[in-house]
């Protein structure tokens, strides 16, 4: 194992070779990972959106096309 100090933060080291600070609280880097996650699929689920958006409004302006062909035909 490498050599760690602990720092004044709980569940903080410093690894003495590298000068690295290191997180050896599992249940915050769970949390982490966990609030990585939640962004993640929030900015997919975003871009969804965006997505259907624009496809109702190709949909939306066909049908105009189609209603106003209709009419002049």
Avoid at 18 to 47: F, H, P, V
């Amino acid at each position: 194992m490498q050599n760690y100090i602990k720092t004044n933060a709980d569940g903080y080291y410093r690894d003495t070779s590298t000068g690295a600070l290191i997180n050896m609280n599992d249940a915050e880097y769970q949390k982490i990972l966990i609030a990585r996650k939640k962004s993640k699929e929030i900015s997919n689920i975003t871009s969804e959106v965006s997505t259907l958006k624009q496809e109702m409004s190709e949909i939306k302006n066909l049908l105009m096309v189609l209603i106003n062909g209709k009419d002049n035909g």
